[in-house]
């Protein structure tokens, strides 16, 4: 029988190292306290910055096939279907270029208004564009993950769009990805405005895992009605102002709840879309929130 | 060493395999997030699956401290909380080295009965632990996952033995 056939190592008797349970006990305090670290005070970031980009390589590699995948689809897109798509996005396009073009007409007579009004300037916000490498596969929460990250500028809170509408937030960012929390995040909520009377309200994700926005607080009574059409307030010091976000689709009125249930769908594609628009979080640009006032509670002591 | 009877004896296990092989489970994982299933709850866990193999093949080479490591980089990978795979995959090694003197003996399909019950203690771990932590729950195709991975195992057997099933002394007739 040729050498290398069997193990030939012995196990060691003396230097086995720590037991089992010694390690389980060890190993699992430590991931306690990692987790205890990561969902109280949110100071795993660096560790987690670190394996982000160990597993960048790796992360590539997964995602050629889908790359290759899509190039392939194109290559074999009937001629038909793209001289359609053009169309469509021609249509589109002369349909916004009206607006467009009246655009810089009413941004200049807004500017003028405003200084005659003594109003501040209207926030300015800018944006980039990333692409969306994959959808969170933690099934619990809705996040995709974004392909820029802080080396391109990305920063923490950053509204994130595509054409139709808001789509999330940006809420981890790594050096060179992304994590964006959708709107339809159960943990997820985004102060709305309903265009058709100017009420405003705070979407939530919907709790039952359905791809939908719940319009909570609002009262049994409240003038609200399907198809009604719900945009950013900007009152959040996130989002601009007069994005829009979801449509009403279903509202039920119990009687013995004193809140409305109303189910809005979003506007914005929150899954099978490749592009998305990030912008800078308005925020930067707001002033600082006023300092609370710190109500001074009587003093108890003495007494006894 | 003592064995069953009537099975072949195998070779070494080459340390770079096991490594690749891990590193090719993590990428598998990664394939079916990126690129085909999005985030369903039932998809197999091929991580999980061969950790749980070299644990139970080669207990001295593949133990709780690389099922720690692995499980923060799928923590990370899959934005869930840091440290919650690391603790479902530090609970299923300790449970392979309970487990991995007996389970050997035993024919390929009555091991994947005996595994299902650590898959689901893995997964279960996962679960209890986001529904107390963010009370977030999925349905019940999460406990299709344990099963889909206790069905693979036979398949992860034939192919992660397959180097150490070649002969010792390959000639022209038997290259492999």
């Known amino acids: 029988m040729p050498l290398g056939t069997l193990d030939r190592t012995p196990p060691p008797f003396f230097k086995q190292g720590a037991t089992p349970l010694h390690k389980l006990i060890f190993f699992s305090c430590l991931s306690v306290l990692i987790m205890f670290c990561d969902v109280r005070w949110q100071i795993t970031q660096p560790l987690r910055s670190l394996f982000s980009l160990a597993l960048a390589p790796i992360q590539w590699m997964a995602q050629q096939p889908g790359f290759l995948s899509a190039r392939v689809e194109v290559f074999l897109q009937d001629k038909g279907d793209a001289q359609e798509e053009a169309a469509v996005f021609k249509k589109q396009l002369l349909d916004q270029s009206l607006q467009a073009s009246q655009v810089d007409q009413l941004q200049l007579e807004n500017k003028q208004l405003r200084s005659l009004l003594e109003l501040k300037d209207r926030v300015q916000t800018t944006g980039q564009v990333a692409q969306v490498i994959y959808d969170a596969a933690d099934p619990f929460t809705r996040k995709v993950i974004l392909d820029k990250g802080s080396i391109s500028g990305i920063h923490v809170s950053s509204p994130v769009m595509d054409e139709a509408g808001v789509v999330g937030q940006v809420t981890r960012v790594y050096p060179l990805i992304s994590e964006a929390t959708l709107i339809i995040d159960k943990n997820h909520s985004i102060p709305v405005l309903n265009n058709r009377t100017g009420a405003r309200g705070v979407a939530f994700g919907e709790s039952g895992g359905a791809p939908l926005l719940e319009l909570r607080y609002m009262a049994a009574n409240a003038d609200i009605q399907e198809n009604d059409i719900l945009s950013t307030s900007g009152v959040d010091g996130v989002y601009p102002p007069g994005v829009p976000v979801a449509k009403v689709i279903k509202i039920e009125r119990s009687a013995d709840s004193m809140f409305a249930r109303i189910l809005c769908e979003p506007l914005g594609r929150a899954q099978g879309v490749r592009h998305l628009m990030v912008l800078e979080p308005v925020g930067k640009d707001l002033p600082a929130r006023p300092e609370m006032e710190v109500v001074k509670t009587p003093s108890r002591s003495g007494g006894r | ?176």
């Not at chain 2, 490594?19 to 709850?41: Q, R």
């Not at chain 2, 039932?42 to 991580?47: S, V």
């Not at chain 2, 399909?109 to 203690?121: K, R």
């Open chain 2, 1 to 176: 060493m003592i064995m069953p009877r009537g099975q072949q004896l195998l070779l070494p296990a080459k340390p770079l395999f096991i490594v690749m092989s891990l590193f090719m489970a993590l990428l598998m994982n990664m394939l079916e997030n990126v690129g085909l299933l999005g985030n369903a709850a039932w998809m197999p866990d091929f991580l999980a699956l061969v950790l749980l193999f070299w644990s139970v093949h080669q207990p001295q080479r593949v133990g709780i401290g690389w099922a720690f490591i692995l499980g923060l980089a799928c923590d990370v990978h899959q934005v869930s909380f840091l440290g919650q795979h690391a603790l479902a995959y530090t609970v299923q090694g300790f449970l392979a080295t309970l487990i991995h003197r007996r389970l050997l003996w035993f024919s390929v399909p009555s091991q994947a009965l005996q595994v299902l019950p650590l898959f689901a203690i893995s997964h279960a771990i996962s679960m209890v632990l986001r529904m107390s932590l963010s009370g977030s729950l999925v349905g019940w195709s999460m406990f299709f996952a344990p099963m889909i991975e206790a069905c693979l195992w036979p398949i992860v057997s034939v192919i992660l033995l397959a180097p150490q099933r070649r002969a010792p002394d390959p000639d022209e007739n038997r290259p492999l």
